[in-house]
């Protein structure tokens, strides 16, 4: 006999789903791009949710779709050997930075450069 479920236990199954159908749809949608450290927010819910759910057609959907998800990041972190990849809004503020930086150390050490030949022609 089949314990009755409440309905938060079926509000809560529902949301489980749902989240498990999104992350999927995420994954197969070719025109929105993903990255490793969504990959690996979408693992850590799957992981949450196949640890925390009593109902076994979710739990293997659950493990089903992080096993997608693990060899989604493999790939990724194989191709892009192992580094993050920021999202593009705070990329191209970080690298703004980085290049602004790398620039300056150039000018520095030709500026110092320069000085240093013109100091020793005298």
């Known amino acids: 006999m089949k314990p009755?479920?409440?309905?938060?236990?079926?509000?809560?199954r529902k949301g489980q789903i749902k989240t498990i159908r999104g992350i999927l749809a995420h994954i197969k949608d070719p025109k929105r791009p993903i990255n490793i450290p969504e990959l690996?927010?979408?693992?850590?819910?799957?992981?949450?949710?196949?640890?925390?759910?009593?109902?076994?057609?979710?739990?293997?959907?659950?493990?089903t779709t992080l096993t997608l998800v693990e060899r989604y990041l493999t790939y990724k972190r194989q191709k892009y050997g192992g580094r993050r990849i920021l999202p593009k809004d705070r990329r191209s503020k970080e690298t703004r930075a980085q290049g602004i930086q790398s620039?300056?150390?150039q000018v520095n050490e030709e500026t110092?450069?320069?000085m240093e030949g013109s100091s020793s022609c005298v």
């Open 4 to 12: 009755s479920t409440t309905n938060k236990e079926k509000f809560t």
């Open 40 to 63: 690996e927010q979408y693992r850590e819910h799957l992981i949450w949710i196949i640890d925390l759910t009593n109902e076994g057609s979710v739990s293997r959907n659950a493990i």
């Open 103 to 105: 620039r300056r150390k």
């Open 112 to 114: 110092r450069r320069s």
